[in-house]
């Protein structure tokens, strides 16, 4: 008994020095590491005539480039640097910037016009999800990084429970889908029926360039082109994988938690 009151109080002597781990966000600005690759940008007054070193480079063919204008489609970025590594004028890089959730699909292509983040729910949806919403998640074939990405948000270092966000067992208690991986043509059935198993109204999350266009294996006949292929989706959350942070900034705004 005195053993166990022991290592108790050394439990609590620990935990005390530790001090509050939860992060501010969204009350104050998140801190990221040097390294974060955050949304990329490309100064096009920089490239050179005729170049296309980055389209050609990119792996998943995010890159476009039209006379002048060089775009980015977030979608399909896997944040890999092969672009930046490639291009003689230095003209892309990846900025810090963690802010890159979107509702439309059309709107993660980033090139000269104000990157459109994600605006919130309207009316009776924002009315019914905004103070509680719980949240089925949906691994369709993904590698378990952007998985893993989700599932540390339940930690007390984020503590995705206290804006009232939840994941849950079964798409029953659900009030919309999380959905992560390419969603292969052996998952499609499988995520079809848990959509319907949800009850309307619902939503529905993509995260990751898997969930989003298919990823690295786009194309390929044993993998998929994304969740919005299967089911309608409401947020797209980008990234290879996303932050943890990218993630609950794009639930936070989706549900009017953050302007």
């Known amino acids: 008994m005195i053993y166990e009151v022991f290592v108790m109080l050394r439990i609590l002597q620990a935990r005390w020095k530790q001090g509050f781990r939860t992060v501010g966000f969204p009350d104050t600005p998140p801190t990221l590491p040097k390294m974060h690759r955050g949304r990329p940008v490309c100064d096009a007054t920089k490239c050179q005539a005729g170049c296309k070193a980055c389209v050609d480079a990119c792996p998943t063919g995010a890159i476009t480039r039209k006379g002048k204008a060089v775009s980015i489609d977030l979608g399909k970025c896997l944040f890999c640097t092969d672009c930046t590594d490639a291009c003689p004028a230095k003209a892309i ?28 729910l309207d009316g009776e949806a924002r009315r019914l999800f905004g103070r ?4 089925r998640q949906v691994s369709a074939g993904g590698c378990n ?21 939840q994941f849950v067992a079964s798409p029953r208690h659900a009030d919309g889908l999380l959905i992560t991986g390419p969603v292969p043509p052996n998952m499609e059935l499988a995520l079809k029926k848990t959509y319907e198993a949800v009850a309307s109204p619902k939503l529905v999350i993509a995260v990751g360039a898997c969930a989003i266009s298919g990823g690295i294996f786009a194309g390929n006949p044993e993998e998929g082109k994304g969740a919005s292929e299967v089911v309608p989706v409401d947020l797209y ?19 009017g938690r953050i302007e």
């Open 132 to 135: 509680s919403l719980k949240l």
């Open 145 to 165: 990084a952007c998985e893993a990405d989700t599932n540390v948000l339940g930690t007390i270092v984020f503590d995705l429970g206290r804006f009232g966000i």
């Open 237 to 255: 959350i980008p990234g290879c994988p996303p932050h943890p942070i990218t993630i609950l900034d794009g639930m936070l705004r989706l549900l």
């Open 93 to 120: 890089e990846f900025t810090n910037e963690y802010r890159m959730a979107t509702r439309g699909r059309s709107d993660l292509v980033a090139d000269d016009r104000a990157y459109a983040v994600a605006k919130a």
